[in-house]
Structure formats: C-alpha cells, structure tokens
C-alpha cells in the first residue's frame, strides 16, 4: 500500500507513531473520504493483515482529520473547471 499522490503533497507529521505514514494516512483517508465507520475502516484494513483498532483510528481522525479533509476539498475542482 503505497501512499497516496495526493497525500504526498501534504505536510503532516506522523513521528512518534507505530504505524508507517501510509497506513494513518490511508485509515484516515478511508474515514474522511467514504463516510465510513470506524469499525469499517478497522475491518478494511484488517481485510489487508493489518491490526488496528478502530480507537486507534478514532484517535488518528481526531489529529490528522482535519488537514486531511482540508486537502480533500482543497482537491476539489471548481465548476467549470476541465
């Protein structure tokens, strides 16, 4: 699971996780993105051999949902846009 192009431009900092960047990044995305569960998004990517519980996930929602949904909207285009 490679990160995402889109998350790559962003300025987040993952230190002091235990999870790589590109797994926060892709259940925080997941969350933002799909108006999922948690509990989904914690069987998503338990579904790809990854334990993580969907209180871990809340907890990343509440640190990197916001800049990760301003970078959603940000990514949205105008009308008219081609």
Known sequence: MLLDDRMQNQIINFKRHRFPPEIIAHAVWLYARFNL???????????RGIEVSYETIRRWMLKFGPQ???NLRRRETAIGDI
């Open 68 to 70: 990760v949904a301003r």
């Open 37 to 47: 569960s948690l509990r989904e998004v914690e069987e998503l990517l338990m579904e």
